[in-house]
C-alpha cells in the first residue's frame, strides 16, 4: 500500500535572517523584556539560594539592511547562565559577551536587567519575634563592545517623622500646660506624670510617613553584589526602618526610634550619603529619598551622589 503522507524533512524558514527589512534603518535596542526566570544569589557563608526575577535581554541592530536580530538565542543565554550560575558581575560580563558573540555582524552593544524582591529576615526591635522583608533589587549590565559596566540598584523602605512638626507638637504641649496648670499653683511630680501619660496632656503629636531610600551603585573592580550588606548599610544610617512582627513593646521601641531620629528628606538623604561614601566597594552613587508625607498629596524628594569625575553627577531626580 503506498503512503500519501509526505515524510521527506523540509528545512523551515527563517525570515528574521533571510529577508531584508522593508524599510532601511539601525535600530538602537532589540529584544525581550519580562522575560521570567529563576536567577542565583550568594547569600552569607557562599550559600546560594534561588529566587524569581523578570529579565530585559537586549542588542541593537546596527545593520540598517538585518530585518531582525536573533530573539531565541537570547532567551537561550539568558536561560544558560541565570539559571545556572549565581548572579556576579563575572557571569553578567560572560552572558552579555556571548549576546554579541551570536549576533556577530548584527550588534555590537547589548544590554541585561535583572528585577526580583531579595527576602531578608528580620529581628523586632524588642521582642523575641522576626518576620520577612521584601526588597526590590535591580541588577543592570551594558557591554559596549569591550567595555562593560554594571550597577546595583535597591530600595529601602523607612519611617521619617517632620522635626518642624515635632517642635510645633512641642510647643503646643508646652501651651497646653500653661493652661492646665496656673501660675503660682504648686504641681506635685505625680500629677505632672499622670498629664503627660493623658491624651489632654500630649494634645500634639508630629506628623511621619512611609518613606523610600532609592539606592543605585557602581560598585568597585573585584566586588560581588552586596545586596544584604548595603541594604544594612542604609537601615543602619537610617534608623527606623520599617518592621515585620510587630508587638507592643517593638511598636513604643520604634515610636523612640523615630522621636530620636527626626529626619527632613535632606538629613535622610545626607545619612545614606555619608554612609555610602565611607564604603570601599562603591565606585560611585546616587541615591533619592523619597518621604511620601501625609501632610501633604506631594513627596518631599532629595538626590544625592558621590560626585566623581564622570560618574552620576545631578542626574535625572526622577531616574
Given at each position: 500500500?503506498?503512503?500519501?503522507?509526505?515524510?521527506?524533512?523540509?528545512?523551515?524558514?527563517?525570515?528574521?535572517?533571510?529577508?531584508?527589512?522593508?524599510?532601511?534603518?539601525?535600530?538602537?535596542?532589540?529584544?525581550?523584556?519580562?522575560?521570567?526566570?529563576?536567577?542565583?544569589?550568594?547569600?552569607?557563608?557562599?550559600?546560594?539560594?534561588?529566587?524569581?526575577?523578570?529579565?530585559?535581554?537586549?542588542?541593537?541592530?546596527?545593520?540598517?539592511?538585518?530585518?531582525?536580530?536573533?530573539?531565541?538565542?537570547?532567551?537561550?543565554?539568558?536561560?544558560?547562565?541565570?539559571?545556572?550560575?549565581?548572579?556576579?558581575?563575572?557571569?553578567?560580563?560572560?552572558?552579555?559577551?556571548?549576546?554579541?558573540?551570536?549576533?556577530?555582524?548584527?550588534?555590537d552593544r547589548a544590554s541585561l536587567r535583572v528585577r526580583f524582591d531579595h527576602f531578608v529576615r528580620r529581628a523586632?526591635?524588642?521582642?523575641?519575634?522576626?518576620?520577612?522583608?521584601?526588597?526590590?533589587?535591580?541588577?543592570?549590565?551594558?557591554?559596549?563592545?569591550?567595555?562593560?559596566?554594571?550597577?546595583?540598584?535597591?530600595?529601602?523602605?523607612?519611617?521619617?517623622?517632620?522635626?518642624?512638626?515635632?517642635?510645633?507638637?512641642?510647643?503646643?504641649?508646652?501651651?497646653?500646660?500653661?493652661?492646665?496648670?496656673?501660675?503660682?499653683?504648686?504641681?506635685?511630680?505625680?500629677?505632672?506624670?499622670?498629664w503627660l501619660g493623658s491624651e489632654q496632656g500630649i494634645v500634639a503629636t508630629p506628623h511621619s510617613q512611609r518613606?523610600?531610600?532609592?539606592?543605585?551603585?557602581?560598585?568597585?573592580?573585584?566586588?560581588?553584589?552586596?545586596?544584604?550588606?548595603?541594604?544594612?548599610?542604609?537601615?543602619?544610617?537610617?534608623?527606623?526602618?520599617?518592621?515585620?512582627?510587630?508587638?507592643?513593646?517593638?511598636?513604643?521601641?520604634?515610636?523612640?526610634?523615630?522621636?530620636?531620629?527626626?529626619?527632613?528628606?535632606?538629613?535622610?538623604?545626607?545619612?545614606?550619603?555619608?554612609?555610602?561614601?565611607?564604603?570601599?566597594?562603591?565606585?560611585?552613587?546616587?541615591?533619592?529619598a523619597s518621604h511620601h508625607e501625609s501632610l501633604h498629596p506631594h513627596d518631599a524628594v532629595a538626590v544625592a551622589?558621590?560626585?566623581?569625575?564622570?560618574?552620576?553627577?545631578?542626574?535625572?531626580?526622577?531616574?
Open positions: 500500500m503506498t503512503s500519501t503522507k509526505e515524510n521527506t524533512q523540509r528545512a523551515m524558514p527563517d525570515v528574521a535572517s533571510e529577508a531584508q527589512a522593508d524599510r532601511a534603518g539601525a535600530l538602537d535596542w532589540v529584544g525581550m523584556d519580562g522575560i521570567e526566570m529563576p536567577v542565583l544569589l550568594t547569600g552569607s557563608g557562599d550559600h546560594v539560594q534561588r529566587t524569581s526575577a523578570r529579565v530585559a535581554a537586549y542588542v541593537n541592530l546596527h545593520r540598517a539592511d538585518a530585518r531582525g536580530i536573533h530573539m531565541s538565542r537570547l532567551y537561550l543565554h539568558v536561560d544558560r547562565h541565570l539559571s545556572a550560575e549565581p548572579l556576579t558581575p563575572a557571569s553578567l560580563r560572560r552572558l552579555l559577551r556571548d549576546f554579541l558573540d551570536s549576533h556577530a555582524g548584527l550588534s523586632a526591635l524588642a521582642s523575641e519575634h522576626s518576620g520577612w522583608r521584601s526588597y526590590p533589587v535591580e541588577i543592570a549590565a551594558r557591554m559596549d563592545g569591550t567595555e562593560f559596566r554594571v550597577e546595583l540598584t535597591i530600595e529601602v523602605q523607612y519611617s521619617s517623622t517632620c522635626p518642624a512638626s515635632a517642635a510645633l507638637s512641642r510647643q503646643l504641649i508646652q501651651d497646653r500646660f500653661t493652661t492646665d496648670f496656673a501660675d503660682g499653683k504648686s504641681v506635685g511630680r505625680d500629677e505632672v506624670l499622670a518613606s523610600t531610600a532609592k539606592v543605585r551603585v557602581k560598585l568597585a573592580p573585584g566586588f560581588d553584589f552586596p545586596i544584604v550588606d548595603i541594604i544594612d548599610l542604609v537601615e543602619d544610617a537610617l534608623q527606623t526602618p520599617v518592621q515585620t512582627a510587630v508587638k507592643r513593646e517593638d511598636e513604643q521601641a520604634f515610636a523612640l526610634r523615630n522621636g530620636q531620629n527626626l529626619m527632613f528628606c535632606e538629613d535622610a538623604a545626607r545619612r545614606i550619603q555619608h554612609a555610602l561614601d565611607a564604603d570601599e566597594r562603591i565606585a560611585d552613587f546616587w541615591l533619592r551622589t558621590k560626585g566623581v569625575a564622570s560618574g552620576y553627577g545631578a542626574a535625572d531626580p526622577s531616574a
